[in-house]
């Protein structure tokens, strides 16, 4: 997946035997500052795609996000809607010019040292494959575990899903006991009753799936009873603006959701989505998204970033279904063929998509966070990893497995230990290491006094004849808490996808790792608090 971010400008690493740690893109949204707030330049903007807006992320020691954009920007075009926490501003073009014209408003605007990237107001649409619309009997509960699940927990109201689709018909028979008393925010209309639009079914039947009255006498069991916020940011034919997602998601944080379910997709990447997920998953939500419904090899966005869940759809014997999309980056699969909930005007009917695989994994982890309430976000996504069931697809198919509701219930996530999950567990033993050695360091600069922190990452290379151990040094500012987070395989570690991570041991964190010779290091340095300067050590040794 390509990265997202600008290019980090990481120094180089001094060494005592040959050049081993090498600068990789650091996030470029460090310091999200100002209130969390969504405002709207230009009130009644036309609900649904906006082929004729560019959006500008405005760079964080910028003060005023209208300001800075209003002033990079030509006469002709207009700053219609800011968000300051996300730091993004939408300028509307006019619609009668030049492609040309447009290429050459994006050079000139990204001239400006405020502006850290342009890019189209993306439409993003719904993920759903039609099927059959006749009732019948639900195969999806048992096929993954939810009776005996149920008999733990149904699910805890104050467990929260938000759903940003098109509505949810929040008085629907099945639905209005689970609904969240504060119903949700409509960013298409710009208030507070997100309710579908005619013929807008999607976004009821996604939330039916996650949350629909269970054992209640009406239509279907939803997989939990936990609450739902509704937020309405796609119309009525399922498609919506790049703008009104990320804000729905920016929402959706700040309204404290547990878990928020994403059955949209668009091809390709988007740092204004980026920095929405980014900024959701630091304030501790959980993100599932769908793969994409073509088929393809190719995962869509938001379900392709690395702090979202991705999903793929299995039939009802467990088979990838035909539809799915799939990819190095799904991490579960779930069941998305022909699965009955709620549709609107009351009614129930069946539909198949990653779409509806998706809400189906948001229930699984309310029922999870229901019945282990202690469970942070990071260790939520690895609860539901280790659960998963290995149904014999391949990996770019399943990721971990097909989500199972019974054994992220039933199973101790915490362990003999209570320390919560890998990041904590004791290193193994590297006592009998040799005397072969070989150092690298590198310096910096970070600042972690802004909500989000600023990052910088690097990646490691084993030099040693035979490997046997690693240490990774942190030394940070006095006042501050710099962490650590590692990945063994090379890829782009962050703070909510690693394998190894040293965090909130103030400036000094440090790991040291057995290694079997074969791994590849990427390393996050990461301001969670204070600012200053830091040195990061590593010592490899080898027998």
Known sequence: MTPNGPPDDTAEPTYDRRSILSGTGAIGLAGLLGSSTVTSATPGRDPGPRTDEILLGISAGADDVAAEARSAIPGDAEVVHTNETIRYAVVEFP?????????????????????????????????????????????APELIGCERAWETTRGDEDVVIAVVDQGIQYDHPALEETMDERIGRDFLNGDDDPYPGRGGDHGTHVGGIAAGGT?????????????????????????????????????????????????????????????????????GVLLVAAAGNDGSDRVYSPAAEDSVVAVAAVDDDDSIASFSNTGPEIELAAPGSRIVSSTTGGDYGRMSGTSM?????????????????????????????????????ADD???????????????????????????????????????????????????????????????????????????????????????????????????????????????????????????????????????????????????
């Open 95 to 139: 619609s009668a010019a030049p492609d040309r014209a447009r290429e050459q408003f994006i050079d000139a605007v990204t001239a400006s040292p405020a502006v850290e990237y342009a890019e189209p107001n993306a439409t993003l649409q719904s993920l759903l494959e039609p099927n059959d619309p006749y009732y019948g009997y639900q195969y």
């Open 397 to 543: 198919q399943q990721g971990y497995g097909r989500v199972d509701a019974a054994a992220a219930v039933e199973t101790d996530p915490f362990g003999d230990d209570g320390d919560g999950g890998s990041e904590d567990e004791p290193e193994s033993d590297t006592g009998n290491c040799g005397d072969e050695t070989v150092t690298a360091s590198a310096s910096g600069s970070l600042d972690g006094s802004g909500w989000w922190g600023e990052s910088k990452r690097y990646g490691y290379s084993l030099r040693t004849d035979d490997p046997c151990s690693i240490t990774i040094d942190l030394e940070g500012p006095a006042r501050g808490d710099f962490d650590l987070y590692v990945t063994t395989d090379g890829s782009r570690p962050t703070r909510w996808s690693h394998d190894e991570a040293a965090a909130g041991a103030g400036t000094s964190p440090s790991l040291t790792l057995a290694l079997e010779g074969d791994e590849s290091f990427g390393i996050q340095v990461h301001a969670d608090s204070g600012s200053g300067a830091y040195t990061l050590q590593v010592e490899e040794r080898g027998r």
């Open 215 to 283: 054992d209640d006498g009406t239509g279907h069991a939803g997989i939990s009873d936990c609450s739902l916020l509704s937020l309405r940011a796609l119309d009525a034919d399922g498609v919506g603006s790049l703008s009104d997602i990320a804000d729905a998601i920016q929402w959706a944080a700040d309204a404290d959701a547990d878990v928020v379910t994403l059955s949209l997709g668009v091809d390709g990447s988007y740092r204004t989505l980026t920095a929405a997920c980014e900024y959701a998953a630091d304030r």
């Open 357 to 393: 695989a998706t809400p189906v994994v948001a229930g699984v982890a309310g029922l999870a966070l229901s019945a282990h309430p202690d469970l942070s976000r990071s260790q939520l996504r690895d609860h539901l990893r280790e659960t998963a069931v290995d149904v014999g697809l």
